[in-house]
């Protein structure tokens, strides 16, 4: 998969005329194939603007957070690089104080903060191995704005 999304990435470069940049992380989102593939389509169409994935996350992982200018590719689950994206803010807040402006702008299912109050809850509670009630309205979440800027 690393040839693919080097020359994925250069294709990018190549159609953009910039100086070479060196190959950004890539990722899917969500924790399985459905989900996956899912939010690749709608980061490609242009739905999905934002990402919020757990400060719990980062420091497990010991990944450094994602800042304003900074390039990712995001892939299918198997891989398949989509997308090009570039950070536009990036904020930690906390979990009871994320607003229905960024659930919107996270594209998925009906949009609504009630929505992604529930599917949040409970992707936390399954990436942390608890239950969903221990992701308390102070858990802090880091919200990732960006758009998109190559696609496939």
């Known amino acids: 998969m690393k040839k693919s999304i080097d020359r994925f990435w250069q294709q990018f470069l190549n159609t953009h005329a910039l100086?070479?940049?060196p190959c950004p992380p890539?990722?899917?989102f969500c924790d399985n194939r459905q989900d996956a593939d899912v939010c690749a389509?709608?980061?490609v169409q242009g739905i999905k603007q934002a990402t919020a994935p757990s400060l719990w996350w980062f420091?497990?992982?010991?990944?450094n957070r994602p800042e304003v200018g900074d390039y990712h590719i995001i892939t299918k689950w198997d891989g398949t690089p989509v997308a090009v994206i570039q950070t536009t803010a990036v904020a930690m807040i906390p979990f009871g104080q994320v607003d229905a402006g960024f659930a919107h702008a996270e594209g998925e299912s009906d949009r609504s903060l009630v929505q992604w109050q529930e599917?949040?809850?409970a992707y936390y509670a399954r990436e942390m191995g608890c239950e969903a009630h221990d992701i308390t309205d102070d858990f802090p979440v880091v919200c990732h704005h960006?758009?998109?800027v190559f696609c496939a």
């Open 59 to 63: 420091d497990k992982h010991k990944e």
């Open 41 to 43: 389509t709608l980061v």
């Open 19 to 21: 100086v070479k940049l």
């Open 119 to 121: 599917v949040h809850r």
């Open 26 to 28: 890539s990722f899917y």
């Open 146 to 148: 960006f758009q998109t």
